[in-house]
């Protein structure tokens, strides 16, 4: 049996050979009776600044008969190491064809398990390949020429190929090491099965993305680019299909759907033909850049180390006045702030950063959440209508040539200004950003930064550009699903991930893949019982 030990810590300047012998003494054995050991999570304990340590988790076998006559305050430390299950494969004979359709984690994921399964799968996707999609992005970024169906949100790998690649998630489930393990298969870094916050990088995420496509290509699924989806194929009250903006059809016995959260187009065709979907709350403001080391000043003490990554910070604040949230989200360290647009004379950005997290700025959301009640219209698309007219107003306020509306932080607090210092491409175009945001979204970015100093001295600064808006969090609606997957209002459509409204996140999308395809192996298991 392997047992797991942790809360092994290092100071910087030790090194990881080290651990066995950290455990051997904290067990009371000698270091040769820590067989096999293995690190399994590495994480950083930044609370005291005058002295940063690594904290790590360490799994091996011990030696015959040494578990046994441990010591009770020894042997409390130990943890048997658990086997994980991955979900069975069924091998399914004479399966019926499914479709789906989006190219993002859940998509991705979906049609992955779904094939290994015997499921003879069609994977469409509005966009590119990643390689194409690539030179359309950074045509973008270069010379502001935007393709409406090749870019940050629209392509092979979804909205996620262009950010930090993070692997966090806060669910506990056994397939997440499958996933993992999946990606790490396909190219990704060793290491995101160890570290406490993984990511890939946007870099290294689109050879990993690359490579799933080949793993699906062995496994027989028919990929299909540049096919929008524009219809349901319907037989009865059953989906059976998609109807592309080719004029051709797909059809399947089942219909899985993983949109993303800007196809707003998608939401709009489900809308009109009465598919069951429900407005959702999310949240929307700006992103906020500070250098790099001025980040890891403020969290380490330190401008750099060659055994810390980059510094990160999670902050949040209740207003008691409105009870609104306000906290930063998906921060990039080391990364970039990008122009995220999706559609002709609108402009939303978000964060990127890559594998090495090595650039001069670090980035971060600060969003507001917003409520039902404040979207300017009652119905399931309300909370698109909002983006919509957010991100309309940014692209005029800054000049309508797809720059960034940007403002130096003490400015936007009322305390004087600075320089505008911002990695946005193709550029930032200063900007009051309390005129284009909505009053409370200001004013709870105000009240709440006070509170962010107190966690963060420095983080109020001339050093800081916020850049605007952020508004594409998550999804703004959910696209209603019962126990089994299926839409509460057309069975055989499987709403699937984020864009759907039951992810935020890499993890948590792929997560939702696996279990929709599961949930429509189920059902066609059950049909031929």
């Known amino acids: 049996m392997s047992w797991r030990l942790n809360e092994l810590r290092l100071d910087l300047g030790q090194d990881e050979a080290e651990l066995p012998g950290v455990a051997a003494r904290l067990l009371g054995v000698k270091v040769d009776q820590i067989r096999n050991p293995r690190v399994v999570r590495r994480a950083v304990d930044a609370r005291q600044k005058s002295r940063v340590r690594r904290v790590f988790s360490l799994e091996f076998d011990l030696g015959p008969g040494v578990a046994e006559s441990l010591p009770a305050e020894a042997a409390r430390r130990l943890e048997p190491v658990a086997v994980v299950e991955a979900p069975p494969l069924r091998s399914i004979a004479q399966a019926p064809p499914v479709v789906v359709v989006g190219m993002g984690p859940a998509g991705l994921f979906a049609a992955w398990h779904l094939a290994r399964n015997g499921v003879a799968v069609t994977l469409i996707e509005r966009g590119k390949p990643v390689e194409e999609r690539v030179r ?19 392509g092979e790998g979804g909205a996620g190929t262009f950010s930090d690649g993070k692997l966090t998630t806060r669910l506990n489930h056994p397939w997440i090491r499958l996933i993992l393990q999946t990606l790490v298969e396909c190219g990704a870094p060793e290491d995101i099965l160890v570290q406490a916050k993984p990511h890939v990088g946007t870099d290294r995420l689109r050879l990993v993305l690359i490579n799933l496509r ?18 349901l194929v319907r037989q009865g009250p059953a989906v059976v299909g998609a109807l592309l903006a080719d004029g051709s059809r797909v059809e399947g016995a089942a219909l899985v759907l993983a949109p993303g959260h800007s196809a707003r187009d998608t939401y709009r065709m489900l809308a009109a033909s009465g598919v069951a979907l429900e407005a959702k709350d999310f949240a929307l403001g700006v992103r906020i850049e500070h250098p790099a080391e001025l980040i890891n000043r403020i969290q380490y003490g330190l401008p750099r180390h060659p055994q810390l990554p980059p510094a990160e910070y999670s902050l949040s604040w209740n207003d008691p006045q409105s009870g609104r949230g306000i906290y930063s989200f998906c921060m990039c360290p080391g990364g970039e702030v990008i122009n995220s647009a999706s559609e002709a004379g609108r402009l939303v950005v978000n964060g990127m950063s890559s594998l090495r997290r090595a650039g001069a700025l670090s980035n971060s959301a600060l969003v507001v959440s917003v409520r039902r009640q404040d979207f300017p219209a009652p119905h399931a698309l309300g909370g698109v209508v909002l983006q919509e007219e957010l991100e309309r107003a940014a692209f005029v306020a800054a000049g309508a040539d797809y720059r960034a509306p940007a403002q130096n932080l003490l400015h936007f607090l009322g305390r004087g200004g600075g320089p505008l210092r911002s990695s946005c491409r193709p550029g930032v175009r200063e900007a009051d950003l309390a005129d284009l945001l909505p009053a409370f979204v200001t004013s709870g970015l105000r009240s709440a930064l006070p509170h962010f100093e107190r966690r963060m001295r420095g983080f109020i600064t001339a050093e800081a550009t916020l850049v605007g808006v952020e508004t594409r969090t998550s999804a703004p609606l959910r696209i209603l699903r019962g126990e089994d997957g299926q839409s509460l209002s057309h069975p055989g459509l499987y709403p699937c991930g984020e864009g759907a409204g039951y992810a935020g996140g890499i993890m948590s999308a792929a997560l939702d893949g696996l279990r929709i395809a599961e949930a429509i192996m189920t059902k066609i298991t059950d049909r031929s019982a």
């Open 136 to 154: 359309d992005v950074h045509r973008f970024w270069r010379e502001g020429v935007l393709d409406g169906e090749s870019n940050v949100q629209f």
């Open 214 to 231: 080949r793993k699906l290509e062995e496994l027989g699924v028919a990929l299909r680019f540049r096919s929008r989806l524009v219809g």
